[in-house]
């Protein structure tokens, strides 16, 4: 499998907004192109971990986050949460790969279970039945068994749970370098170029 030309990515509500956006920033530096969903709750906790302000209107969202980013107008898709004629919403419009980050244990209950609620969640089940990649940056501490019951259902359908827990070997300097080190993690496994961290073993 090649680098990816689309990926579907999805921010809730938890805590680690920084993961999506940093995700997102490196993406777009690769030209890969992203259709993204935001809940709201993930609008309020962007506006409270960052310095971002998200206007709340999609298309001035989109707007706004292709002026801070740089990036070319058409890499970049934003979508609501109930926009249900997005591609995302349907098998043959789907992207090959999908990631929640940071996924809330709300949004986990809700794609384990095959709940289709907004937008976000259907593209989720829709990865799902086509048997997509789907990652899950799963941000949440500590675990119950009912958290943990849900990720090893979905583990098993083949879905990839990622909790947010960055290493530490690579002696991080700054909070930016704990993102990168699961921003990196998740780059690895959609097979995107970065050097954000190296390889174990590499220079």
């Not at 907004?118 to 789907?134: G, T």
């Amino acid at each position: 499998m090649g680098v990816p030309n689309r990926i579907s990515l999805a921010m809730t509500g938890a805590s680690g907004a920084q993961y999506g956006l940093r995700l997102l920033e490196c993406l777009l530096n690769q030209g890969v192109g992203v259709d993204l969903m935001l809940s709201q709750p993930a609008q309020v906790v962007i506006g409270l971990e960052t310095d971002w302000q998200l206007p709340g209107r999609v298309a001035e969202m989109r707007r706004t986050l292709i002026s801070r980013l740089g990036c070319a107008p058409e890499l970049l898709r934003v979508f609501g949460e109930k926009q249900w004629t997005a591609p995302l919403a349907s098998g043959s419009g789907v992207n090959a790969a999908m990631v929640i980050c940071p996924c809330t244990t709300g949004t986990l209950a809700a794609v384990a279970t095959g709940q289709s609620r907004s937008l976000l969640e259907r593209a989720a089940d829709v990865s799902l039945k086509e048997r997509r990649q789907l990652i899950l940056v799963v941000r949440e501490t500590p675990f119950s068994e009912i958290h943990l019951e849900h990720m090893l259902r979905l583990s098993r359908m083949g879905v990839v749970v990622m909790p947010a827990n960055p290493g530490f070997y690579h002696r991080p300097q700054s909070v930016e370098a704990l993102i990168d080190f699961m921003v990196a993690r998740v780059l690895d496994h959609l097979q995107v170029p970065q050097q954000l961290l190296p390889a174990w073993g590499g220079d």
